[in-house]
């Protein structure tokens, strides 16, 4: 190991530190809204983007050519990994997890849950996704799984006094050792196919296997990779939340206090993209033919249940977990359309539009559950669709504010959500599968009615008997930001998509 493998890892270290010290901090604050804690949480956030943002700026060189370029650095031999799609999704990470924050403060000091567990699990949680999306090893892969996942069950169950809460912390927690198993014995029959854990060794391996076979197709030993492929798809399906391995989304986004929704919702999907990115494309993308017919079965299953569950949905949190299900599918169109016949040509359009979409997504569901949080109070919580009747009348500026959120998860124009799906369903057209994006927009359009019926509630209906938003300035100052944000990046997507081919790349 060398200095430049611990500048390279820098932001994690920060992070790390950040966390021990709040953990210690939080035992001499007394105050119960711990504006203490808090402070410390969010500067230790600004001091990781500060890290990332360093270590970003000094893998950056120009090439011959004279266009900017950033270097990929293989660190602590070869168990992790420094390249530009990590330090995007890195940043995105924080900046969730520091919404999050903002969001949550309030209801948590109302019901009694502000307590420095909470920050302390968030922190390491953020830890653990940010091992996962540098993580060039199967040993840094399932290290980070489990520390995010960890954190994420106690999360769940975060307010003991609550039956739904403990009950929704058990299935997940049950469903998620599963799920990890899976994985983990996936990886297992790779490392005994390929003698290596590193990502990068088995992506050569593979390669070098493929050529000595003269029927590769059909030899028994791609029978091998492929059993263990299987394996490694559904532990990364199970993270992503897609059919047929959804089954612990609706109960866990339900039971959850509606913070920790708003964090397992964001966050964890990034860093479950960045681990389908280094598992099956930077490892085993000569498989590519097999693990692609797999997301495909499983974008149209999500695209299916997620939206037609959806529609018969009485309880907000319910519908907006079928509806990660949905796009959960839609981003895997990306996936699917990178590689057309072997050419990796289509890789960079298509892995870059699953990037795209991703990174928005987290943004709209940061703001969605943002408004639920922002219409709860103390002794109210705001779970029912009947709950938004009338908002408008009630309070149209964050109306209009919900109005850009479900319009963008919907797709429809001038929004973010929009253009992403349009570049996901551009990929899968690109890559032959027009039948494929057909199925897409015809679900994308049966989502709409679950969309369009908040808005509904909100600008048609009477208001509820309810009072006045109480939120304080700084939740509404950011919450009005994420509306505008997906309705910036609707207007001008050309910057982030740039930066996502970018990334992709760069790989």
Known sequence: MTGADFLAALPEIALLVGACVLMLADLWVRSEDRRASFAIAQCVLLACAAATAMVLFASMITDSEGKLRVLVYHAFNGLYVADLLGHILKLAAYLMVSAALVYSREYLQDRGLLRGEFLSLLLFMLLGAMV????????????????????????????????????????????????????????????????????????????????????????NSRSYFVFGLVFMVAGIAFKLG???????????????????????????????????????????????????????????????????????????????????????GFMLLGLAGGVVSGNWRNAPDAYGSALFYTLVYVLMAAGAFGMLLLLSRKGFECERLDD???????????????????????????????????????????????????????FSVIGAFYYLRVVKLMYFDEPADTPPIVAGRGMRALLSLNGLAVLALGILPQPLMAACFLAIKSL
């Open 388 to 442: 938004f009747k009338g908002l408008n009348r009630t309070s149209p500026w964050y109306a209009f504010i919900m109005l850009l959120l479900m319009f963008s998860l919907a797709g429809v124009p001038p929004t973010a959500g929009f253009y992403a799906k349009l570049s996901v369903i551009s990929a899968a057209v690109d890559a032959g599968q027009v039948w494929l994006a057909v199925v897409a927009v015809v």
């Open 242 to 328: 897609v059919v047929p391995f959804h089954m612990w989304i609706p109960d866990v986004y339900q039971g959850a206090p509606t913070p920790v929704t708003l964090v397992l919702g964001t966050a964890p999907k990034l860093a479950a993209f960045a681990m389908a990115i280094r598992l099956l494309v930077n490892g085993l993308l000569q498989l590519a033919f097999d693990w692609q017919q797999m997301l495909i079965i499983m974008a149209v299953l999500s695209m299916a249940l997620g939206n037609l569950a959806a529609i018969a949905q009485s309880n907000i949190k319910r519908m907006l977990a079928y509806s990660t299900i949905a796009h959960m």
């Open 132 to 219: 996962l999306i540098s993580a060039d090893s199967f040993i840094t892969v399932y290290l980070g799984l489990e520390l995010l996942s960890l954190c994420l069950y106690a999360m769940v169950a975060l307010n003991r006094d609550s039956a739904v809460s403990t009950e929704a912390a058990m299935k997940y927690f049950v469903l998620g050792a599963l799920a990890s198993g899976l994985l983990l014995y996936g990886m297992s029959m790779i490392y005994g196919a390929t003698e290596s854990l590193s990502i990068t060794k088995v992506a050569e391996a593979v390669e070098n296997i493929r050529k000595a076979v003269p029927n590769f197709e059909t030899d």
